[in-house]
């Protein structure tokens, strides 16, 4: 199983970006794989990356995602193309279609018909990557406008279709779609042993596009937590997991918790949603049942993780993507080599 890292945040701000070089620079020395670049409303994922690319070597350098609302498709196969060049070829293009508060708040975009839109945006993407005109006849994108003077153009830096396209999605039919034409799964709100509901979408989408499951990279986040207080750990972790369920979203679109409820906690993630809006944040958290936190993390005593890893190795994970922790630059980087070590070991 490889190692992914991820750095930024909704709420990033660079604040610490020397520690973040640091803490990626030495990622690259001890062979993990991937280091994943955040984007929300804090500091872009594409900006992080071309800094990155001649400080690093090995690790491949991926938008994780790169908003689909915020970029035209034809800027997202300029950026790719760039950030290859920079990268020696060591650069992942991360997709995912957000969110409507985000896209529709922040961006001004509409939110409807986003499994259409991907498929059309990936499109044209390759279009502009492997060198051909950029054409699309919509419903979502149509390249050229039609009525004007505008016509179908090639980008001009030299073709590289190899760039691998990932998708970040969590929806049955989104899902299906990454299988069919996506290199690679940037997967969140993953359970192992609820993972035939997320598995069997990716293969039905791969065997529709003539390939197998195995053709893809399929990475998930994970919390990686070593403690023999186990308690202490469950406690410290059901505010985040509160915090997805309630808050991840609107009361009407929350992705997360959708996911979590097709995995068998739909009536404890409805329940903490409800509290959770209705402002009641306290009651939410104790809300949280116990066996979710650690159905969804990787915390307790290090056999508890190991044998959390390899439940997750066992249903075809390949990936485990994690944030380091620690409060240091010192601590973050110990914790990372603690955890590439646990993998390791799989």
């Known amino acids: 199983m490889k190692t992914a890292i991820s750095i930024g945040s909704a709420y990033y701000d660079g604040s610490n970006w020397e520690d973040l070089v640091e803490l990626v620079k030495l990622a690259d020395r001890i062979g993990v794989e991937y280091a994943w670049s955040a984007e929300a409303w804090g500091m872009d994922a594409v900006s992080p990356l ?25 800027t997202a196969a300029m950026t790719s193309l760039a950030l290859a060049r920079l990268t020696n070829n060591r650069f992942v293009l ?71 396209i990932y998708l970040a999605t969590l929806g049955p039919k989104m899902l299906e779609l990454t299988g069919e034409l996506a290199d690679g799964w940037v997967g969140t709100s993953f359970i192992p042993e609820a993972s035939d509901d997320v598995i069997s979408h990716l293969r039905i989408g791969a065997e529709r596009a003539g390939r197998s499951l195995a053709d ?104 485990i993507r994690i944030v380091p922790l620690g409060r240091s630059v010192r601590e973050q980087q110990a914790h990372l080599e603690h955890v590439r070590s646990l993998i390791q070991t799989l």
């Open 94 to 164: 991360g997709l995912g279609v957000s969110g409507p508060q985000v896209v529709e708040g922040l961006h001004g975009a509409s939110f409807e018909k986003p499994l259409g839109r991907l498929r059309e945006y990936i499109n044209i993407v390759r279009q502009g990557i492997s060198g051909e005109r950029i054409q699309n006849d919509g419903p979502q994108y149509v390249l050229p406008r039609p009525g004007g003077e505008g016509k179908a153009l090639r980008l001009g830096m030299p073709p590289n279709p190899s760039i691998p």
């Open 50 to 74: 071309a800094y990155l690319a001649p400080l690093t070597k090995t690790i491949r350098l991926g938008t994780g995602i790169m908003q689909t609302s915020a970029r035209t498709p034809a």
């Open 216 to 319: 893809l990279d399929l990475q998930v986040n994970a919390t990686i937590e070593v403690g023999d207080d186990v308690e202490a750990l469950i406690k410290k972790y059901k505010k985040s997991a509160a915090f997805t369920l309630g808050a991840m979203g609107s009361p009407e679109t929350n992705f997360y918790n959708a996911a979590f409820s097709r995995a068998g906690w739909e009536s404890m993630a409805k329940r903490v949603q409800t509290l959770w809006v209705s402002g009641d944040k306290q009651a939410a958290v104790e809300a949280v049942d116990d066996d979710f936190v650690l159905a969804t993390q990787m915390i307790g005593n290090e056999s508890m993780v190991l044998e959390r890893l390899r439940a997750t190795a066992a249903v075809g994970i390949t990936t």
